[in-house]
């Protein structure tokens, strides 16, 4: 059973290009959660997604960045217009049941992004 | 909003040596987990706790959950070099939202 799926691994963007992280859950999953994580640091929650619904997005920023997990495909993190400071690992995960606090989340290998 | 705090942020011992992590919340939790992240990795499961005063056992690693579940730890019975990485502490809010509030995580090095 394949794991969590990113692509791509490492991203470099020049400010103001647009960024698009893919993320494919775990076969059977549909529960996604976007993370970004900064060297040293922990990781801060940014979106909950289900098949073709945002559950929860309080922790995305309101401008630049969007999410969707679309019925058929990966779910994918879009930033706009980047920044430098948006350079960080992005790191997705899935989950199998309704209510993801409760289930334990299976990690992607992230997307490391550099803005340069 | 819910604060999920980690100490020590760093712990370096000898191989052989034990080590604790410490995990509070603002909030009390409805659940904790624990994950571990290797260098260059990503955080990988380790195990939730659900219950009260609940303790669980892997091997040379002792989880336990506070009894009013705002805090849990994670000791380490004579470390290994295998035990590096960071430990990080995941809690959801009881009647929250769904969303898991990481800590920042406790780095453990050891030496051999």
């Known amino acids: 059973n394949a794991g969590v799926m990113q692509n791509p691994r490492h991203l470099v963007r020049r400010r103001g290009q647009e960024a698009r992280l893919r993320c494919s859950p775990m076969?059977?999953?549909?529960?996604v959660y976007w993370y970004r994580q900064l060297p040293e640091e922990g990781l801060k929650f940014m979106v909950y997604?289900?098949?073709?619904?945002?559950?929860?997005e309080s922790g995305m920023p309101k401008e630049r960045f969007s999410a969707e997990f679309p019925k058929e495909g990966p779910s994918i993190l879009r930033i706009q217009q980047v920044v430098r400071g948006d350079s960080a690992a992005y790191f997705c995960?899935?989950?199998?049941?309704?209510?993801?606090?409760?289930?334990?989340?299976?990690f992607g290998p992230g997307t490391r992004l550099t803005v340069t | 909003g819910q604060q999920v705090m980690q100490i020590p942020q760093y712990q370096h011992v000898q191989e052989g040596e034990d080590f604790t992590t410490y995990c509070n919340s603002s909030?009390?939790?409805?659940?904790i987990q624990w994950y571990k992240q290797r260098p260059g990795g990503h955080p990988v499961f380790l195990i939730q706790?659900?219950?009260?005063?609940e303790v669980k056992k892997q091997k040379r690693l002792t989880f336990q959950f506070g009894e009013a579940k705002k805090n849990s730890s994670l000791h380490i019975t004579a470390t290994q070099t295998t035990d590096v990485g960071t430990y990080f502490c995941a809690g959801k809010a009881q009647g929250g939202s769904e969303k898991l509030v990481f800590g920042k995580g406790t780095k453990l090095t050891v030496n051999p």
């Open positions: 909030t009390t939790l409805s659940n």
């Open positions: 997604l289900q098949k073709e619904n945002i559950i929860d």
């Open positions: 706790l659900v219950k009260s005063g």
């Open positions: 076969k059977g999953h549909s529960h």
């Open positions: 995960a899935s989950s199998p049941f309704t209510g993801g606090g409760l289930s334990e989340q299976y």
